[in-house]
């Protein structure tokens, strides 16, 4: 089975920072992403990826952007953090079938 | 404009008996869905799914029945236990640009009382 790694399990960050959330998979699937989860809201795409250097937007990129320099890694990138992104930020892979495989996830509050 | 709705936040059922949960969709196009589970301070895991072209898919203590005609899917579970105390998503798929791209519901919070 594929394991899914998120490098942090919380993260406190500042307004403004920059901010890099990683994430990788040790079994060389093809597509990887990026959801926030809120209550009452549910899981939202931010941003997939179906292969090295592709992206895509999913519902809600607005405010982040995506690196995926090689295939086992993609990380999801706050340019300028603010408040309204505190959440939790979970990664996900599939190597193209119906389930995703889910990283434990990253606890980021923004001050 | 949420395309998976599950519209009961939260859920309380007796150890033993059976949960039920709901789940409503608006896109004739997902061709596949799929329960997950997830505890606090973890990633969802996968449950259980169901094609399309079925309407029922059984594993165990855990049965997902769809209506293609009212476009709604339930999860059931029976018996009860506590260790599901936990939230449940409902999610849908569809490929997009080749990626099998799932949408999730809002979730709905489940807590098994003893």
């Known amino acids: 089975d594929v394991k899914v790694t998120q490098s942090s399990r919380y993260l406190v960050k500042r307004t403004g920072e920059k901010v890099f959330l990683e994430c990788v998979q040790d079994?060389?699937?093809?597509?990887m992403f990026w959801y926030r989860q809120d209550p009452g809201l549910g899981l939202r795409l931010i941003y997939f990826?179906?292969?090295?250097?592709?992206?895509e937007k999913g519902d809600i990129p607005e405010g982040y952007s995506v690196s995926r320099e090689k295939k086992e890694r993609f990380s999801l990138i706050l340019e300028s953090a603010s408040t309204n992104q505190t959440s939790m930020y979970l990664c996900?892979?599939?190597?193209?079938?119906?389930?995703?495989?889910f990283g434990s996830g990253t606890r980021l509050t923004v001050v | 404009d949420q395309q998976v709705k599950q519209n009961s936040p939260s859920l309380s059922v007796q150890e033993g008996r059976i949960s039920i949960l709901n789940c409503d969709y608006t896109?004739?196009?997902?061709?596949?869905f799929l329960w997950y589970k997830k505890y606090p301070a973890e990633g969802p895991t996968f449950l259980i799914s169901?094609?399309?072209?079925?309407d029922k898919n059984e594993d165990g203590r855990f049965t997902v029945f769809l209506n293609k005609s009212a476009k709604h899917l339930s999860l059931h579970i029976v018996p009860s236990q506590p260790g599901d105390s936990a939230v449940y998503f409902c999610?849908?798929?569809?490929?997009?640009?080749?990626?099998?791209?799932?949408?999730f519901g809002q979730g709905t919070r489940l807590t098994i009382n003893p």
């Open positions: 896109n004739s196009m997902f061709d596949y």
């Open positions: 990826s179906y292969d090295v250097k592709m992206k």
């Open positions: 169901i094609s399309s072209i079925k």
């Open positions: 079994m060389d699937h093809e597509n």
């Open positions: 996900a892979c599939t190597e193209g079938g119906y389930g995703y495989t």
């Open positions: 999610a849908a798929s569809a490929i997009w640009r080749g990626a099998q791209k799932l949408v």
